[in-house]
């Protein structure tokens, strides 16, 4: 697998759990990354994105200030730290490759994926 996410799991609201997608070339640490969200019956939908070097990051609002992406090149590894978890956060959540150009919430950019980690969020 190109790309291969964990840490998902059970938490309680409130609590805090770190996501890592890890991908199996080093030319992936060259392209923008993000991480979209698909809830039970619902369509997947953005959460967030880093720029190459970590320069930018984009969030939709349903999660700003409460998770944090960032990525170690060296590992070629990014990581979505979440925070405040509510039970609206709880999806399957998957890291994605942009290797488009266009909007970084647009999944259709995105062309490499893994396969998703599932996070649960109890109230």
């Known amino acids: 697998e190109p790309l291969v996410e964990s840490g998902g799991g059970s938490v309680q609201a409130g609590g805090s759990l770190r996501l890592s997608c890890t991908a199996s070339?080093?030319?992936?640490?060259?392209?923008?990354f993000g991480w979209f969200r698909q809830a039970l019956g619902k369509e997947r939908k953005f959460v967030a994105a880093i720029r190459t070097g970590s320069v930018d990051t984009y969030y939709a609002d349903s999660v700003k200030d409460r998770f944090i992406i960032s990525r170690d090149d060296d590992k070629v590894t990014v990581y979505l730290q979440m925070n405040n978890l509510r039970s609206d956060d709880s999806a399957v959540y998957y890291c994605a490759v942009k290797t488009l150009p266009g909007a970084f919430g647009a999944e259709r950019y995105y062309t490499t994926w893994g396969q998703g980690t599932a996070v649960t969020v109890s109230s």
């Open positions: 070339g080093r030319a992936y640490k060259y392209y923008p």
